[in-house]
């Protein structure tokens, strides 16, 4: 039997496969990313689903894709919460950019991943390549929720966005300036928290402004995570996750720009990780 899960900051969809590959359980978790929680946080957010507790001691294996697992010191803190909870399982905790690749092609192709944060990988048919590694959050995360719920919050308080949509804002989030703070500067998942204001856009008609906000953001992420791979115009390229789903315009205008050829865009990737341990399962 084995637990495969698709994380990001925000939430993590949980997948059981029996044996024979059928799906027996599906669940939700809040985000386990270990690059911005503490290994308490991670134990706490996998032990209070009650979903889980029932699989404790039967999953064998674990394939965990997701935000923060790109290098090894939270890697290893994941596998080790994970391997003693699931007290019979073996864990392969891997970057999201492998959930995002199985989920959208079986061919070469570079994979970009937009959602909480974002990330863009090259797809060999075989192995996985970044060329430039994720420093999250802070410094890059392009075109990201989060890099959108930051630049929301910049123009409400330096008022660059309209009135009438800062009217609106302020009547959907919390924004005072100390609230701000205390959840950017002293709570876990940050990211997570910025990425909400995100929502403002996608939940309202499109206007000039929201289609300036996110055309900037676009064209930061092609030229920083797309064009940094040299056969970006030769293989299609492929996205993955909910900002790049509702953004879809968007990528296919800046990609006509930058000649680039979109290949799937993929709302959410747990399907095609089923699919793909299905597969795994059925060859051994």
Known sequence: MILIADGGSTKVDWIVLDNSGEVEMKTRTLGLNPAVLSVQSLIERITDNEDLKEYADKVTNIYFYGAGCGTPKPTLALKKVFEDYFVNAKAVVKEDTYAATYAATTEPGIICIL?????SSYFDGSDVHTTVPSLGYTLMDEASGNYFGKKLIRDYFYKKMPEHLRQEFANKFDLNADSVKENIYKKENP????ARFAEFIFRNER???FNSVLKKGMKDFFKNRIKTYDNHQEVPVHFVGSIAYFSSDIIYKMAKKYNVTIGNIVRRPIDGLIEYH???LEKV
């Open 191 to 194: 990211n997570a928290y910025l």
């Open 115 to 119: 959602g909480t944060g974002s990330n």
């Open 278 to 280: 299905q597969n795994l």
């Open 207 to 209: 206007n000039d402004y």
